[in-house]
């Protein structure tokens, strides 16, 4: 029997909804959110796994959050660029208390990939300001993930992208991402951790050291690595090898950025600083959109001077009522020992790795703090992932919503254009608030929801 024929399917582009270009979203429809929870216009209940977009770190619903955006709202929504923004400095100081210690200045912007694009000029005029007018390369990972913009898909080294963008993208160089999935067999973590990170210096080596501007990077893997965390002597070999030839280390923490690993920020747990770090998603517990450049006092100081001028800007860059729900966003991280509870949480979350691994269909799990990647497979042995016909994810996604879990990161293997035979992953990474017993239950869904997904398949 076809049980597929009693689940969700995309909403057809009919009515209200077919005014929405290229929206074709599950029929299942929000009307409320609150803590860890989803409620649908029907009234069913769902568990946030994924925190939205991997970008909740606060419970849905803070009246905290609320009342700080109620607050600047009465007294202004925006303000003329050539007026002091009193929300902008607050935040800005806040941001700066929790920073690595030299990253004590910050420009603020409406997202990700505005981060990143804003992270790849500031590296840019450094270099111009320095007199070092060559400097311009900025070099990424194969697979890697920076945005949406044609600047920031032309980073992430993604041939999908290619398909559709190619002669408008920019061709900056890409290294391979560490990965064990590519370790020789009984040699040891840290030991290909120093050998992978050399690829980055060959890269520059051939790239001209002097064209090469800067390195930027996730604290995690991404693409078919999503989630694999290297050893410390990985990162701490890549800062070796940026300094030697004068190339700024950007660290992409737009997802583990605000708590997600247990940290305020990711690259504190391999004890390296990064010179310029892209933050979104979290700084606000996405309650706003905001993301912000957090750049070094070296970087800073021919601005702060006057010897430079950093040429960009966004109409909605520090917008006042996301600046106010930035500042209560750290303080309620602080408050509520959000980040201590992540940590604690991420161990138990991690304590149902084994019994994620005894599905036919999952290959791997890995991650650190809340955030726990699966990767999805038909089968283990060839780690190869099912074919576009059988339409697994939309399958996978709708069971995961009869059984109250709300998931991101399905619906885009059809798009997904892989070299290599690998699986798909799928995120878990709740609001920071969750508890021991909320995560059981969520888990407890998700392992209903994989025995019934392969059930269905004939896995």
Same mark, same amino acid.
């Not at 450094?126 to 390369?137: D, L, M, P, Q, S």
């Not at 726990?372 to 697994?392: H, I, P, R, S």
């Given at each position: 029997?076809? #049980?597929?024929?009693?689940?969700?399917?995309?909403?057809?582009?009919?009515?209200?909804?077919?005014?929405?270009?290229?929206?074709?979203?599950?029929?299942?429809?929000?009307?409320?959110?609150?803590?860890?929870?989803?409620?649908?216009?029907?009234?069913? &209940?769902?568990?946030?796994?994924?925190?939205?977009?991997?970008?909740?770190?606060?419970? *849905?619903?803070? /009246?905290?959050?609320?009342?700080?955006?109620?607050?600047?709202?009465?007294?202004?929504?925006?303000?003329? /660029?050539?007026?002091?923004?009193?929300?902008?400095?607050?935040?800005?100081?806040?941001?700066?208390?929790? %920073?690595?210690?030299?990253?004590?200045?910050?420009?603020?912007?409406?997202?990700?990939?505005?981060?990143?694009?804003?992270?790849?000029?500031?590296?840019?005029?450094?270099?111009?300001?320095?007199?070092?007018?060559?400097?311009?390369?900025?070099?990424?990972?194969?697979?890697?993930?920076?945005?949406?913009?044609?600047?920031?898909?032309?980073?992430?080294?993604?041939?999908?992208?290619?398909?559709?963008?190619?002669?408008?993208?920019?061709?900056?160089?890409?290294?391979?991402?560490?990965?064990?999935?590519?370790?020789?067999?009984?040699? /040891?973590?840290?030991? !290909?951790?120093?050998?992978?990170?050399?690829?980055?210096?060959?890269?520059?080596?051939?790239?001209?050291?002097?064209?090469?501007?800067?390195?930027?990077?996730?604290? *995690?893997?991404?693409?078919?690595?999503?989630?694999?965390?290297?050893?410390?002597?990985?990162?701490?070999?890549?800062?070796?090898?940026?300094?030697? =030839?004068?190339?700024?280390?950007?660290?992409? @923490?737009?997802? +583990?950025?605000?708590?997600?690993?247990?940290? !305020?920020?990711?690259?504190?747990?391999?004890?390296?600083?990064?010179?310029?770090? +892209?933050?979104?998603?979290?700084?606000?517990?996405? =309650?706003?959109?905001?993301?912000?450049?957090?750049?070094?006092?070296?970087?800073?100081?021919?601005?702060?001077?006057?010897?430079?001028?950093?040429?960009?800007?966004? +109409?909605?860059?520090?917008?006042?009522?996301?600046?106010?729900?930035?500042?209560?966003?750290?303080?309620?991280?602080?408050?509520?020992?959000?980040?201590?509870?992540?940590?604690?949480?991420?161990?138990?979350?991690?304590?149902?790795?084994?019994?994620?691994? @005894? *599905?036919?269909?999952?290959?791997?799990?890995?991650?650190?703090?809340?955030?726990?990647?699966?990767? #999805?497979?038909?089968? &283990? +042995? %060839?780690?190869?992932?099912?074919?576009?016909?059988?339409?697994?994810?939309?399958?996978?996604?709708?069971?995961?919503?009869?059984?109250?879990?709300?998931?991101?990161?399905?619906?885009?293997?059809?798009?997904?254009?892989?070299?290599?035979?690998?699986?798909?992953?799928? !995120?878990?990474? /709740?609001?920071?608030?969750?508890? &021991?017993?909320?995560?059981?239950?969520?888990?407890?869904?998700?392992?209903?929801?994989?025995?019934? !997904? @392969?059930?269905?398949?004939?896995?």
């Amino acid at each position: 029997m076809d #049980l597929r024929r009693n689940l969700p399917a995309p909403l057809k582009p009919e009515g209200d909804w077919a005014h929405i270009f290229s929206y074709h979203p599950m029929d299942v429809e929000l009307e409320r959110a609150e803590g860890i929870y989803y409620w649908d216009t029907e009234g069913n &209940k769902y568990i946030d796994a994924s925190g939205g977009p991997m970008a909740f770190t606060l419970p *849905h619903g803070d /009246p905290r959050m609320k009342q700080a955006i109620a607050d600047q709202m009465d007294k202004f929504t925006h303000i003329h /660029p050539v007026l002091a923004s009193r929300p902008r400095a607050d935040l800005c100081a806040k941001i700066a208390t929790i %920073t690595p210690p030299k990253l004590n200045t910050t420009y603020l912007v409406s997202g990700g990939s505005e981060a990143v694009e804003t992270a790849m000029k500031a590296a840019r005029q450094h270099h111009v300001a320095n007199g070092k007018i060559e400097k311009y390369k900025i070099m990424s990972n194969y697979q890697s993930y920076h945005g949406m913009t044609l600047a920031t898909q032309g980073l992430s080294g993604n041939p999908s992208y290619d398909r559709y963008f190619g002669p408008m993208l920019p061709k900056w160089p890409h290294i391979h991402q560490y990965s064990d999935h590519d370790r020789p067999e009984g040699m /040891p973590r840290e030991e !290909w951790a120093i050998k992978s990170a050399g690829e980055l210096e060959k890269a520059i080596y051939f790239e001209g050291p002097h064209t090469v501007a800067a390195y930027i990077a996730t604290p *995690h893997g991404c693409g078919s690595d999503y989630g694999v965390v290297a050893p410390k002597e990985y990162w701490q070999e890549i800062r070796r090898i940026c300094d030697h =030839y004068d190339v700024l280390l950007i660290a992409d @923490e737009v997802v +583990t950025g605000f708590g997600r690993t247990g940290k !305020w920020f990711a690259m504190e747990q391999f004890g390296v600083e990064a010179d310029i770090m +892209t933050t979104a998603k979290g700084i606000s517990g996405c =309650y706003l959109p905001l993301g912000a450049v957090m750049v070094s006092d070296e970087i800073n100081a021919p601005f702060e001077a006057g010897d430079a001028h950093f040429v960009h800007g966004f +109409t909605n860059g520090g917008h006042p009522l996301a600046c106010a729900a930035g500042s209560m966003a750290i303080d309620i991280l602080q408050s509520d020992g959000l980040m201590e509870n992540a940590a604690a949480m991420g161990e138990h979350l991690f304590s149902w790795k084994d019994k994620m691994l @005894e *599905h036919r269909t999952v290959a791997d799990a890995r991650g650190w703090g809340l955030f726990m990647v699966l990767e #999805l497979v038909e089968n &283990k +042995t %060839t780690m190869e992932y099912f074919d576009q016909d059988k339409g697994a994810e939309g399958l996978f996604q709708a069971l995961a919503h009869k059984n109250g879990l709300v998931f991101y990161g399905t619906l885009y293997g059809a798009r997904r254009q892989p070299l290599f035979k690998r699986g798909l992953p799928l !995120w878990i990474s /709740p609001p920071l608030s969750i508890t &021991k017993d909320q995560i059981d239950d969520m888990m407890a869904r998700l392992d209903d929801t994989l025995g019934e !997904w @392969e059930e269905q398949l004939g896995v």
